[in-house]
């Protein structure tokens, strides 16, 4: 688990490399897609929190003019991001757009707190971030990818990553702009489809950068609390220029209740 190559981040805790033990879990093949969030909130009439809050983070070039006259801040070191009125799952770039042709896709404006519940509706869990990782390794062994160690094996895309000049231009050479369906490009050894690109997906797991460091190798998790939680796997926003966090052992982290358009989770269960 980990890294130790120079191309990841210390400060996230990629490293040190280590050996862990875990028990066996299910995990499964694809994140939750529109069509599975929308038989959940059908059954719950869940609201999600950008529903609650009335407003979600929007990548800046997928909001349309009329949405864009009404924003009038954006992240000081991120400002790609647009808080966007009415933006939430089912109306991902706003009030006026739709996932009707997007049911494959996975759903994105979860936060943790939101997967958290549907997990528990369909009676499953998130994954720990140990799981995760392992599973999205595929059965090979300290290699970058899930697929190996060349990022465009054979000149062929493997994952829905930005391409050309981020923020700016996305020359969109992998087949998508944004979101990808759920289950697109070649799965990996475990049959795992999008396990870096695509969506940032969340874990169980409280971040920290140096918990792992004298944490358990046994079926390790993170701390008992914290401020953010653990997300994992790149999203199709990430660029090699700034974020090359779409490699397997790569981290991130956001607060629970926090919901973008590049968000979305897979559940894991116990055996």
């Not at 994140?31 to 599975?36: G, K, P, R, S």
């Not at 990818?145 to 231009?169: K, T």
């Not at 971040?207 to 993170?222: A, D, I, K, V």
Request: proline share 7%; net charge negative.
């Amino acid at each position: 688990m980990g890294t130790d190559d120079e191309v990841g981040f210390p400060d996230d805790g990629e490293g040190p490399q280590r050996s862990v033990r875990i028990g066996p879990f299910h995990l499964e093949t694809a994140a939750v897609t529109n069509a599975e969030f929308e038989k959940f909130v059908k059954a719950t009439r869940y609201k999600t929190e950008a529903e609650q809050f009335g407003w979600s983070f929007v990548f800046h070039s997928f909001v349309s003019s009329e949405a864009a006259s009404r924003v009038t801040r954006s992240v000081l070191d991120t400002p790609w991001w647009w808080p966007v009125e009415g933006a939430y799952w089912n109306h991902p770039e706003g009030t006026r757009s739709t996932v009707r042709n997007r049911t494959n896709h996975p759903v994105v404006h979860i936060s943790w707190n939101d997967a958290a519940a549907y997990c528990e509706w369909s009676r499953k869990r998130l994954p720990t971030e140990a799981e995760w990782e392992f599973a999205a390794r595929g059965g090979l062994e300290g290699k970058t990818y899930p697929w190996g160690d060349e990022l465009v094996p054979n000149g062929g895309h493997a994952c829905n990553i930005w391409q050309g000049s981020f923020p700016d231009h996305n020359s969109k050479e992998d087949g998508y702009q944004g979101t990808a369906p759920a289950r697109s490009f070649q799965p990996n050894g475990f049959g795992l489809y999008n396990v870096s690109g695509n969506v940032w997906e969340w874990c169980d797991d409280w971040f920290s950068p140096n918990f792992h460091l004298e944490g358990p190798r046994e079926n390790p998790r993170g701390p008992e609390s914290g401020g953010a939680k653990v997300i994992r796997g790149g999203s199709y926003l990430c660029h090699d220029s700034y974020c090359n966090r779409y490699r397997v052992a790569a981290r991130s982290a956001n607060t629970p209740e926090s919901s973008t358009g590049n968000i979305g989770f897979r559940c894991a269960r116990d055996v």
